[in-house]
C-alpha cells in the first residue's frame, strides 16, 4: 500500500473519480482537437490552408498586435508595479484596485467603451463638441487601436506577476545595500531591478499568450476594417461553414496553440539561470520616498487612470444614455431608453441574462463541489500523478478560449455514443466547456487553501473517531470555506463575461451576454450594446467588491487581482 | 487497559535507508514512555504508526491481543480510542473551546447534558472551564496546549500520544506543562507515549525512555538507569550532561571505572584497544595529585562555573568548580568514578 493511502484513509472511489474528471474536462477536447488536426493534415488541407493568402495576413496581425500590445502592457504593467509596491505614494491601494480593473472587464465592452469614447460618432465627444469631423475615420480600427488596448486590457497581468515579484523582495537585502552606500536609484538598478526580471519576464509572456487568444477586442475593432487574427480567422470560418471548416480550424487551432507555447518556452528560455532563490525577510514595502517627486507622479499616474478607465466608461454611459443612435446627447435628450430596452424589452438580451446567469452560477457551484473533491485529493498526495493532474486541470485554462471551443464543437459534432443525443447546439456544450475552462480558476483557491491546512487538523479528527464523510463535513470544508466561496464568485464573475467560448458555441436561444454585446453592436445597436455592457461593468466591480471583503480571510494569491 | 507492544516494527518509505528498523517496544498498560532521539531518527514515524497514520512496512502492533496494525492489515485511527496532543495543537478554529474539546464526544453521539457535563470535568482538570466559550485563537500557546490536552481526557483513550507538545512553548510554560502532563497521567492512568528530543523533558516525566538513533532502538530503560548506564556513545552524548573520553583500556575492565582504575590510564600504563569512556562532570573534583589540565573555558552558571578542561593529550573534559577559576589556568583534577560506553 502507498503511504497516502494508508495514511490517509480516502474512501476508494475518490482518485478513480478525479482521474475520471481530468480525463474527461481536460484530455478528451484537446486529444480529440489533436486527432482532427492529424486528419486534416492527412487529407492534405494544409496545403489548401497554406496558399490562403487570409492565413497569412491574420498571422502577421496576430503577430503584430500581440507584440505591440505586449509592449504597452509591459510598460504600463511595470510602471504601476514599481511605484505602487515600492514608493510610499498615498492612495496605493486605491490606484491598484482601479489599475487591475480592466483585467476583469470583458475585452468586447472594453473595446466598444474605447470605440465610443473616440471617433466622429462618439455621443461623448459630440456632447463635449469636441468630436472629430464626420467622414473622419475611426483611428481604432487599425492594427495599432487593436495592440492599445490589448496593452490596456492585459497591462493588469504584467502588473501582478511583477508585483508578487516585488512583494518578495528581501527587505534587509535592500537595506544592506543602502548601508554599502547605494543612493535610491543604485538600490533599484542594482538590487531591485535584477531581482524583479523573473516576474517581469513571466508577466510580460503570460501578456503575450493572453494577446494572442484574446477575441472580444479584434471582434469589435478588426472585424470592421478586415484585420483578422487568428481567433477572429475561426470564428469568420465557423460563419462561412464548409465540409473542410472543421480540419481547417482544427489546424488555425493548433497554430494559436503552437504561438502560445512559443511565447511560454521563450520565458522558459530567458528565465534560466534566474531562479534568485529570496532569502532573507521578505515584504519591501514604501522602501523608496518620492517626497516632493510624489506630488508629480501621483496626478499623472490618476491622469492615465483616467483616459484607461474613466473616461471610456463615460463613453459607455454617455452611450447608453442617448435616446437613439446618431441623436446628439445633451441633459434634456438624456433618455433610459436603452437600459429599459435591454432589461425589460428585448427578448435577446433577457434571455442572454437568464442564459448567462444560469451558466455562471452552474459552472460555479457545480465546479466547487468537484474542485473540494479534487483539491482535497491532490493537496493530500505528492509526486508524479499529483503533478500531471494539476498541469492537465491547468492547460484547458492556458490555451485560448477558442481553441478550447473548437475542441468541444469537435467532441460533441456528432450525437453521443449510446445516448444517441447531440448537445452542439444545446445550452449544455457551453455549460461542459465552461466546466474545462474554468476548471483551473475554481481549482486554484480551493487547493491553495487546502495545502494551508496543517494536516495535523484533520488527523485529530481521526483520532476523536470521525470518519471520512464526518471529517469533510464538521472540519475540512468548513475550515475552506472562504476560499471555496471566494472561488464561486470569481467564477462566477469570469463566465458571466465570458465571450469567446460562447461566441462559437451559442445558437439562436443559447446567446450569452458577452455574445450579445457583440451581435448588437455588430448589427448598428451600439446604444443597446453599451447599456449592457454598462450592467456588465457595475456587475463587475460590485463582485469583485464583494470578494475584496473575503480578501483577509483568504490565503495568498486566491484574488488574481492582489497579491 | 491492555499493554501496547511493538513487535519488530519497520517503516520504510523509499528513502536510502528504513525510517524504522525492526523495533520492539512493550509499554505496560498504564506506562509512560518517551521516545527520546534527535530530529530524524524515526521517533515521530513509530508515533504515527502507533496512532494508525502510517501503516508499518514490517512487523506488528498490539494492544493487548487486539492487533491494531501489520504490513497487510490495519485498524484505522478513527477506531483505535486513542488520543494525541500535536505539536501544533490542531485545535480546529472554527470551534469554541468547548466544542473542540467535546468533538470527540459528539462523533460517538454522545449530546446533551452528557456532552456538557463530560466537557465541562475535561475542562475543569486543565483549569480552562472560565474559557469554554472563546475560540482557540484568542487563547495563549499554554492555554492551547491544555484545550488539546482536554480534548485528549474526555474520551478516556487507552493510550495517549504526545508529539514534542512543549516544542513550542518557553521554558517557564514548559515546567508548569510538564507538571499537568504528570498530573494528567496519575489521573487518567492511560498508556502513553511521549516523543521528545529533550531529554530534560524525557527524564522528568517518563517511567520508562527509549533511546532512537537512526530508526533503531538504541536502549530502553527507566530514566535513572539510562542516566547512570548508557549504551553506546549515542545514548552517553544524548543524555544528560558529561565528555565522553577515548581511552585504551586492557580486555577485561569492568564498565563502572574508579579512580584507581582509572589513573593508571592517564600515565600512560594502560595498553589496550580505545574505548569511549563517559565521564560526568560532578565525578570530576579538583585533587593536587591528580591530572594536569588547563582550563580552556569557564561559563558562570550562576550556582557554579561550569569549566571545560584539556587533558595533556588534548581531549576535553568537562567539571563544575564552585570557585571562580580562569582560562588559560592550570588545574589537577582526580576521576571518581566513570561509565565505559560500550
Given amino acids: ?563 | 487497559m491492555a499493554k501496547l507492544i511493538l513487535n519488530h516494527v519497520g517503516k520504510d518509505f523509499g528513502g536510502s535507508r528504513p525510517a524504522v528498523s525492526s523495533l520492539s517496544i512493550d509499554v505496560r498498560a498504564g506506562g509512560f514512555l518517551a521516545l527520546l532521539g534527535p530530529s530524524g531518527c524515526g521517533k515521530t514515524t513509530v508515533l504515527r504508526m502507533i496512532a494508525g497514520f502510517e501503516q508499518p512496512s514490517d512487523g506488528s502492533i498490539l494492544l493487548g491481543d487486539r492487533l491494531l496494525a501489520d504490513a497487510a492489515s490495519m485498524v484505522p485511527p478513527e477506531r483505535r480510542n486513542m488520543a494525541m496532543v500535536f505539536q501544533s495543537y490542531a485545535l480546529w478554529p472554527h470551534m469554541s473551546v468547548a466544542e473542540n474539546v467535546g468533538y470527540p464526544l459528539k462523533v460517538r453521539g454522545i449530546s446533551g447534558e452528557r456532552w456538557r457535563k463530560a466537557v465541562a470535568d475535561a475542562l475543569e482538570a486543565v483549569r480552562l472551564h472560565e474559557h469554554a466559550e472563546r475560540q482557540p485563537a484568542d487563547l495563549s500557546g499554554g492555554q492551547r496546549q491544555r484545550v488539546a490536552l482536554a480534548r485528549c481526557l474526555v474520551t478516556s483513550p487507552d493510550v495517549v500520544l504526545l508529539d514534542e507538545p512543549l516544542a513550542n512553548l518557553d521554558r517557564h510554560l514548559k515546567q508548569e506543562m510538564e507538571e499537568t502532563f504528570r498530573d494528567f497521567h496519575n489521573r487518567s492512568g492511560a498508556t502513553m507515549i511521549y516523543v521528545t528530543h529533550d531529554q530534560s523533558e524525557a527524564m522528568a516525566l517518563a517511567t520508562e525512555v527509549a533511546v532512537m538513533s537512526e530508526g533503531r532502538l538504541v536502549q530502553l530503560a527507566p530514566p535513572e538507569e539510562i542516566y547512570a548506564r548508557p549504551e553506546g556513545r549515542m545514548a552517553g552524548a544524548l543524555i544528560g550532561q558529561g565528555a565522553i573520553l577515548q581511552l585504551p583500556l586492557p580486555e577485561g575492565t569492568p564498565r563502572l571505572l574508579d579512580w584507581a582504575a582509572l589513573r593508571p590510564l592517564f600515565q600512560g600504563h594502560a595498553a589496550g584497544a580505545c574505548a569511549d569512556i563517559l565521564v560526568r562532570p560532578q565525578h570530576v573534583v579538583v585533587d593536587p595529585e591528580g591530572i594536569a589540565c588547563r582550563v580552556v573555558s569557564a561559563l558562570y552558571e550562576g550556582e557554579r562555573y561550569a569549566l571545560r578542561l584539556a587533558l595533556p593529550d588534548g581531549q576535553i573534559l568537562r567539571a563544575f568548580s564552585a570557585a571562580r577559576v580562569s582560562p588559560g589556568e592550570k588545574l589537577a583534577v582526580a576521576i571518581l568514578s566513570a561509565w565505559r560506553l560500550a
Wanted: proline letters at 6%; a positive charge; hydrophobic letters at 60%.
Fill in chain 1, 1 to 563: 500500500m502507498t503511504r497516502s493511502a494508508s495514511g490517509s484513509s480516502q474512501p476508494r472511489w475518490l482518485l478513480p473519480f478525479v482521474i475520471l474528471a481530468v480525463a474527461l474536462l481536460s484530455v478528451l477536447p484537446l486529444s480529440r482537437l489533436a486527432v482532427a488536426g492529424f486528419v486534416a493534415l492527412w487529407r492534405g488541407d494544409l496545403g489548401g490552408l497554406l496558399a490562403d493568402p487570409a492565413l497569412w495576413s491574420s498571422l502577421r496581425y496576430t503577430l503584430e498586435t500581440a507584440l505591440f500590445g505586449t509592449a504597452i502592457s509591459v510598460l504600463l504593467g511595470a510602471a504601476f508595479a514599481f511605484l505602487l509596491t515600492l514608493t510610499d505614494l498615498r492612495g496605493r491601494s486605491v490606484l491598484g484596485f482601479l489599475f487591475v480593473l480592466p483585467m476583469m472587464i470583458p475585452p468586447q465592452v472594453t473595446a466598444l467603451a474605447w470605440v465610443q469614447m473616440s471617433g466622429p460618432s462618439s455621443p461623448l465627444l459630440k456632447a463635449l463638441h469636441i468630436a472629430p469631423p464626420l467622414g473622419s475615420p475611426q483611428p481604432l480600427y487599425s492594427v495599432g487601436g487593436i495592440a492599445l488596448l490589448f496593452g490596456v486590457q492585459h497591462a493588469p497581468l504584467v502588473y501582478l506577476a511583477l508585483r508578487a515579484g516585488l512583494m518578495a523582495l528581501p527587505r534587509d537585502g535592500i537595506e544592506a545595500a543602502r548601508l554599502s552606500g547605494a543612493s535610491s536609484l543604485q538600490v533599484f538598478r542594482h538590487i531591485v531591478l535584477p531581482l524583479s526580471m523573473p516576474g517581469l519576464i513571466a508577466g510580460a509572456a503570460i501578456a503575450f499568450v493572453s494577446c494572442v487568444g484574446n477575441f472580444g477586442i479584434p471582434a469589435i475593432l478588426g472585424i470592421p476594417a478586415s484585420i483578422y487574427t487568428l481567433p477572429t480567422l475561426i470564428f469568420s470560418k465557423f460563419s462561412a461553414f464548409s465540409s473542410r471548416t472543421f480540419g481547417e480550424v482544427a489546424l488555425l487551432s493548433t497554430a494559436i496553440a503552437l504561438i502560445s507555447v512559443v511565447g511560454l518556452a521563450v520565458q522558459e528560455r530567458v528565465l534560466r539561470g534566474r531562479d534568485y532563490r529570496v532569502i532573507g525577510l521578505a515584504g519591501a514595502v514604501a522602501t523608496f520616498r518620492l517626497g516632493g517627486l510624489g506630488l508629480l507622479v501621483a496626478p499623472l499616474l490618476w491622469l492615465l487612470l483616467f483616459f484607461v478607465l474613466v473616461a471610456p466608461f463615460m463613453a459607455l454611459l454617455a452611450g447608453a444614455l442617448v435616446p437613439a443612435y446618431g441623436v446628439p446627447l445633451t441633459f434634456s435628450t438624456l433618455s433610459f431608453h436603452a437600459f429599459e430596452e435591454v432589461l425589460f424589452r428585448q427578448s435577446a438580451t433577457r434571455t442572454a441574462f437568464a442564459n448567462s446567469l444560469f451558466l455562471s452560477a452552474a459552472t460555479a457551484f457545480g465546479l466547487l463541489l468537484l474542485t473540494l473533491l479534487v483539491g482535497y485529493q491532490l493537496a493530500s498526495r505528492r509526486g508524479v500523478l499529483a503533478r500531471v493532474l494539476t498541469a492537465l486541470v491547468e492547460i484547458p485554462y492556458a490555451l485560448p478560449g477558442i481553441v478550447l471551443a473548437v475542441a468541444f464543437i469537435l467532441v460533441f459534432a456528432g450525437p453521443l455514443p449510446v445516448l444517441n443525443v447531440t448537445l452542439y447546439g444545446t445550452i449544455w456544450i457551453i455549460l461542459i466547456a465552461y466546466f474545462s475552462s474554468f476548471f483551473a480558476v475554481s481549482l486554484k483557491p480551493v487547493v491553495s487553501a487546502f495545502r494551508q491546512l496543517d494536516p495535523a487538523l484533520e488527523e485529530a479528527a481521526r483520532l476523536s473517531g470521525a470518519g471520512f464523510y464526518r471529517r469533510l463535513a464538521d472540519i475540512v470544508v468548513p475550515l475552506v470555506a472562504p476560499a471555496a466561496g471566494a472561488s464561486v464568485i470569481l467564477v462566477f464573475l469570469i463566465a458571466c463575461n465570458e465571450l469567446t467560448v460562447s461566441a462559437l458555441l451559442w445558437t439562436a436561444g443559447t446567446q450569452t451576454l458577452g455574445v450579445v454585446i457583440y451581435n448588437l453592436d455588430d448589427s448598428g445597436g451600439s446604444d443597446l450594446a453599451s447599456a449592457l455592457s454598462v450592467l456588465v461593468v457595475v456587475m463587475v466591480v460590485a463582485m469583485m467588491l464583494a470578494l475584496e471583503f473575503f480578501g483577509k480571510r483568504l490565503p495568498k494569491g486566491v484574488l488574481p487581482w492582489r497579491s
